[in-house]
């Protein structure tokens, strides 16, 4: 079965400085992951995804993350966090080969900025 | 153009009514899901349908609930005989096939 962990319930970082928001998924085979992110009272947005292209993928708003095989990780990061990117973060995995499928979300991570 | 669209946003029902929240899909769109957001569980996957295929209801957490899908668009999540836990964040996505999924805003239910 595919899953996925979020290290870290909760992230707090000063505008800024850089952000990292860890996920490890498990997968018996090569997954398509997601990192989407929710603002209060707002829907989820697609940040970005990796579906076996570059292993390095750059998303929205300065955010990029690094599919690691041998770790079984796709890290979150951001260089320099701004006030706007407060919001709850999720690592999504999809299954393979159910092309369109259900998403399996993780707990999610808040990440707070401090000025 | 036009997201996905949802209603009500808020609804507010006693234990033992039935509800029906709605999924309006981006036009085109020829697949839809519906997912539940609440504290204790997160973000559960509960039914997709894609075109006119057999819809995947795994996810569905009991016989109280049920979905459809008219027409190839607009969906309705049905619950029956609500329960407290039931209370939620409903989201509804839609996506071309193969493609990322468009969130709704989310209906909140809150059954008392």
């Known amino acids: 079965a595919q899953s996925v962990t979020q290290l870290d319930s909760h992230v707090s970082v000063s505008e800024g400085t850089p952000v990292l928001l860890r996920c490890n998924y498990s997968?018996?085979?090569?997954?398509?992951l997601f990192w989407y992110v929710q603002h209060p009272n707002k829907g989820l947005q697609l940040l970005l995804k990796y579906t076996s292209a570059a292993t390095l993928v750059k998303g929205i708003n300065g955010f990029e993350a690094e599919f690691k095989k041998s770790e079984t990780s796709f890290h979150l990061t951001k260089p320099s966090a701004h006030m706007s990117d407060a919001a709850e973060y999720f690592c999504v995995v999809s299954p393979p080969g159910q092309q369109g499928g259900k998403l399996i979300f993780g707990q999610g991570t808040e990440l707070s900025v401090k000025p | 153009g036009a997201g996905v669209s949802q209603s009500p946003s808020n609804k507010v029902t006693e234990k033992g009514k039935d509800v029906e929240l709605r999924c309006d899909p981006i036009s085109g769109h020829t697949a839809l899901y519906w997912y539940r957001q609440s504290l204790g569980q997160g973000l559960e996957f509960l039914i997709y349908?894609?075109?006119?295929?057999?819809?995947?209801k795994s996810g569905l957490p009991s016989d109280r609930f049920s979905a459809e899908r008219t027409g190839g668009s607009v969906s309705t999540l049905t619950i029956q005989r609500t329960q407290q836990e039931d209370s939620a964040v409903y989201l509804c996505?839609?996506?071309?096939?193969?493609?990322?999924?468009?969130f709704g805003p989310g209906t909140r239910l809150t059954v008392t």
């Open positions: 349908f894609q075109g006119n295929s057999a819809p995947d």
């Open positions: 997968s018996s085979y090569s997954p398509s």
């Open positions: 996505a839609s996506s071309p096939i193969n493609y990322e999924q468009y």
